[in-house]
């Protein structure tokens, strides 16, 4: 976790898809004012069915903690955007 940049990094890696979105959900309830992005590390290969759970769980406005969705700079990590910088 790195709080003093505003960004929250989670890795998912070795979870079940249900298990990485409690966390996932966990992370988000409990961040701080002073974050902005919880970057969740989750895989490639073996993470696009928790890619799938986590947009699934966090797209349409279905958080409203969660401002959008997008993923990272790689496949294997997708971002919660909390607010706009």
Same mark, same amino acid.
């Given at each position: 976790?790195?709080?003093t940049s505003?960004? !929250?990094e989670?890795?998912?890696? &070795?979870m $079940?898809?249900?298990? %990485?979105?409690?966390?996932?959900? @966990?992370?988000?309830?409990?961040a701080?004012?002073?974050v902005?992005?919880?970057?969740? !590390?989750?895989g490639?290969?073996? &993470?696009? $069915?928790i890619?799938e %759970?986590?947009?699934?769980?966090? @797209?349409?406005?279905r958080?409203s903690?969660?401002?959008?969705?997008?993923?990272?700079?790689?496949?294997?990590?997708?971002?919660?955007?909390?607010r706009?910088?």
């Open positions: 976790m790195n709080l505003g960004v !929250i989670i890795d998912l890696h &070795g $079940r898809a249900e298990e %990485a979105v409690r966390r996932a959900r @966990s992370e988000v309830a409990k701080p004012g002073s902005y992005i919880i970057r969740l !590390i989750h490639y290969h073996g &993470g696009t $069915r890619r %759970a986590l947009e699934d769980e966090f @797209s349409y406005g958080d903690k969660v401002k959008r969705i997008k993923q990272g700079n790689n496949p294997g990590i997708t971002e919660l955007i909390l706009e910088l």
